[in-house]
């Protein structure tokens, strides 16, 4: 080692992963049933989403409740964009403003 450096240690190095945390919550309005999703949804736990969108009997209204969503991925952003535009079953409900911008972009090309 060359003559006037010094090497020292300003403490354990910690390297950490958040995990997504996703929570959806059941409830109903009237004939329909509300799933009020919160924290991140992304290409990982959308599946959650889907077998709680699956376990819904054919010909209930669905409003995804989305007002404590944090985070979406591109592929979630084009699912939600695909769900609305199929009209009918699925319908979004406090949408964040950069999902709906996002959505706006997708354009379902």
Avoid: H
């Avoid at 077998?51 to 669905?62: N, R």
Wanted: charged share 20%; with cysteine.
């Amino acid at each position: 080692m060359p003559r006037g450096i010094q090497l020292f240690s300003i403490g354990p190095t910690v390297a950490f992963r958040t995990t997504a945390v996703l929570k959806i919550q059941r409830t109903t309005e009237g004939a329909a049933i509300v799933l009020t999703v919160s924290g991140r949804l992304d290409a990982g736990n959308v599946s959650e989403l889907c077998e709680s969108l699956d376990v819904i009997a054919i010909g209930t209204t669905v409003v995804l409740d989305l007002t404590d969503l944090l985070l979406a991925d591109r592929y979630v952003v084009r699912l939600l964009c695909e769900w609305e535009a199929a009209g009918g079953r699925i319908a979004l409900r406090n949408c964040p403003a950069y999902i709906r911008t996002w959505m706006a972009a997708q354009d379902l090309r």
